[in-house]
DNA sequence: TTTAGTATTTGAACATGTTCAAGCACGCGG
DNA sequence: CCGCGTGCTTGAACATGTTCAAATACTAAA
């Protein structure tokens, strides 16, 4: 879709949508009122709501937008990576390097995280198809490796969880260039990946199976599988 | 203290907040009001700022509350209990049979939880006591039990974390009296204090003791400890 | 080209969280 | 009893997210 495609409206929206974004990292996203984007993009506060019927709403569409250029990015990185680690080691670090400069107003993803009415939770049933596509990257990326097929059932929604507790730990990292959350993260990589060799191996697997089924059965009763 | 020795202030501010407590339950956190609590308590509108600087400083008033009760009961149902599973339960359990009747407006209380710089961040500076408070029921939970030094200092904070998400997962949970929720705790249970048992059997140490202690350290580098 | 219909845009109006200057009341020293 | 200060209470005013009826711009059929 070129710019000759894109009707007024879409122009619009997308105006609006950077000029707000541009805001929301220059002032953050509670100073930033919606006057203001409006007053900046040099439309009436309406057409704002015209295109995004809430203010958070404009922060889910970055999140779209954000989910577009990390199945880009990953997909293009993948290219010569067949090695479970290395490819989720692609997923997660290119995750926080498009989400680097965002850090400020990124908490107003979560925001109604914990609310199971609101439309916009993260866990809500209202951002179903976001969730959807964020697994079916983890999903791909385990797709061609020897992992077995129950784990195959549960490992998307769970690295899709450690993907959003890392996201939580890399807003509130201070250090420069947040070098501790990439350090944390190839920790925890390197751990997940070895753990699940180590499960295959016939050395502890006796000791490891029972342990490892009882989690993937509470798992699957808690209702955590990928169609969550 | 006793209705005696309480000051009219402080009459108001119990009135203020029971009554907001009772509309938030009948029909929610967003859909109450603060002139709508204020006429309830037939108080003005300035009276309910005068003792809550905010909506939310209501919500974490009440968690305040909460936690009162949460460690009273605790401190008697353990009387007796000397097991570090049975002791665990307690906690968890009742801390869950205290929220029972709250879920509905509990997601409030994570509202700002992903934004460092909010002062009502269930992570941020602004919690440190209610944290620490709740942490403390944690260390006193493990207090007298046979584990390591070095679980002694981490458990706290990762048990906490463990709490967060099963309240999570309970304001979610829509099956009757939310048994989902106790049966997955009790699993949980089962498995953390069987994990930490198994990882002191001379059989499997030496294989599970690399790991453990690299997660000890990642955790401990990414500054995860009781004093968080 | 004209016209009917749709898409877009406007800005005033509304609801609600929050602030604040002013008023009230109660206790205490004189 | 008077005056005075502190703590408490008031409600109007303000800021901002949101709604909406009306105005305008655009598109396609006739």
Redesign the interface.
């Known amino acids: 879709m070129n710019l000759a495609t894109k009707s007024a409206g879409e122009k619009t929206r997308e105006l609006i949508l950077q000029t707000a974004l541009r805001l929301f990292r220059g002032c ?2 509670e100073i930033t009122t919606m006057r203001d984007i409006a007053r900046a993009a040099e439309v009436a506060t309406g057409a704002a709501y015209y295109y995004f019927p809430s203010k958070e709403a404009i922060v889910f569409a970055y999140y779209d937008q954000v989910q577009r250029a990390h199945a880009e990015t990953v997909r293009e990185e993948w290219k010569g990576e067949s090695g479970l680690r290395e490819r989720l080691g692609v997923v997660f670090h290119s995750k926080l390097e498009i989400l680097k400069d965002d850090r400020r107003f ?13 439309p916009l939770s993260v ?1 809500g049933k209202g951002t179903q198809m976001q969730r959807a596509q964020s697994m079916a990257i983890f999903r791909e990326a385990i797709a061609k490796t020897s992992i077995s097929e129950e784990a195959q059932q549960l490992l998307p929604a769970a690295l899709w969880l450690v993907h959003l507790g890392m996201i ?2 890399f ?2 990292d201070e250090s420069s260039d947040q070098r ?1 959350t990439h ?2 993260l190839d ?2 990589l390197d ?1 997940l990946t ?2 699940i060799e ?1 499960s295959d191996s016939a ?2 697997r006796p ?1 490891v199976q029972p ?1 490892q089924n ?2 993937l059965q ?1 798992l699957q ?3 955590w599988t990928a169609e969550l």
Chains 1, 2 share one sequence.
Do not use: C, N, T, W
């Open positions: 953050g996203f990124l908490g107003a993803l979560f925001r109604y995280s914990a609310d199971p009415q609101h866990f939580l730990y807003i509130y501790k350090k944390l920790g925890v751990l070895q753990a180590l050395l502890v000791f342990f009882r989690v509470m009763e808690a209702g």
